[in-house]
């Protein structure tokens, strides 16, 4: 396994890994969401890729620069490994690497938003020494 830049032809992989989590219709707008994160710097979208070449997991990082802190963080905005390939360390071995990335950013820390309903995903975050922030808040615009 190895981990790689997404890239614009990964549109089909990473639009069934968003359907796992839920996000039905990704496909039609994808390839443009895609092509805008790579060519962010401040954006990293990194795919894990079994032996054949096949995408089995991804994730996507932002780096948030902060005014009144000396360190910035990043934000996990989503992250998703192939219902098949699940518990075989890929999960771990994608966000250790975003981790990396982070670090040398000079983030001081991640964060990420995960919806109640997904206790195994929070299973993982704890494992990988995430904790819980006491309150969330959204205002829907749409």
């Known amino acids: 396994?190895?981990?790689?830049?997404?890239q614009e032809d990964d549109t089909t992989a990473v639009a069934?890994?968003?359907q796992q989590l839920g996000y039905e219709g990704a496909a039609d707008f994808l390839p443009g969401k895609i092509h805008s994160f790579i060519t962010d710097p401040?954006?990293?979208c990194l795919v894990a890729e079994e032996t054949r070449g096949?995408?089995?997991g991804?994730?996507?990082i932002h780096i948030i620069p902060q005014i009144a802190l000396k360190g910035d963080?990043?934000?996990?905005s989503y992250f998703s490994v192939d219902e098949h390939f699940r518990s075989r360390g890929v999960g771990k071995l994608l966000e250790e690497y975003g981790e990396k990335i982070a670090r040398?950013?000079?983030c001081d820390r991640i964060?990420?938003?995960?919806?109640?309903r997904r206790e195994d995903a929070h299973r993982f975050y704890y494992r990988q020494g995430y904790v819980e922030s006491p309150k969330y808040l959204v205002k829907k615009l749409f």
């Open 1 to 6: 396994m190895k981990i790689r830049d997404m």
């Open 54 to 56: 096949q995408v089995i």
């Open 104 to 106: 040398e950013r000079n």
């Open 42 to 44: 401040d954006e990293y």
């Open 111 to 116: 964060e990420l938003h995960s919806h109640s």
């Open 73 to 76: 963080f990043a934000r996990i």
């Open 58 to 60: 991804f994730i996507s």
């Open 16 to 18: 069934n890994l968003l």
